[in-house]
């Protein structure tokens, strides 16, 4: 049996991280997307079976880039959070409502048999807080 290709944004956080070891173990073959390969290799690495990782760098605001690994996968799995806003391009907005958008998007122009977006929980009444309403957006 072929294994299926799953597509992991925000794979070197927590969940991503449980994520692979879960997924590789299960004969999934993952492509882990991040923006600091050299940061985060080693320790995603560590976290798959041999074989069933590639790690791959780009920013997730270069739309051929992710239509190439977009096009390419069975599963696509959005695990990018970010607790405060870093600069004009890492902000709420950006990162919580218009790059699932995008991804979603894209996985439904090829067909993506199954796409995965993991917000957050308990957000549902903080309505005061930018975070909260761009995850709900989200």
Do not use: W
């Not at 790059?99 to 993991?118: M, R």
């Amino acid at each position: 049996m072929k294994p299926k290709n799953c597509l992991i944004f925000g794979a070197s956080g927590l969940i991503g991280r449980h994520l692979i070891r879960k997924l590789t173990k299960n004969n999934y073959t993952v492509t882990a997307v991040t923006r600091n390969s050299h940061q985060k290799a080693y320790l995603l690495k560590t976290q798959a079976n041999a074989g069933y990782l590639n790690i791959v760098q780009i920013s997730i605001f270069d739309e051929d880039k992710l239509r190439s690994l977009i096009s390419d996968t069975d599963i696509c799995i959005n695990l990018i959070g970010i607790l405060y806003e870093k600069s004009k391009k890492s902000n709420f907005e950006n990162i919580h409502v218009n790059f699932p958008y995008l991804i979603s998007k894209i996985a439904s122009e090829y067909n993506v048999k199954q796409f995965i977006h993991v917000s957050a929980l308990g957000i549902d009444d903080a309505h005061e807080s930018a975070y909260a309403n761009s995850k709900l957006k989200g």
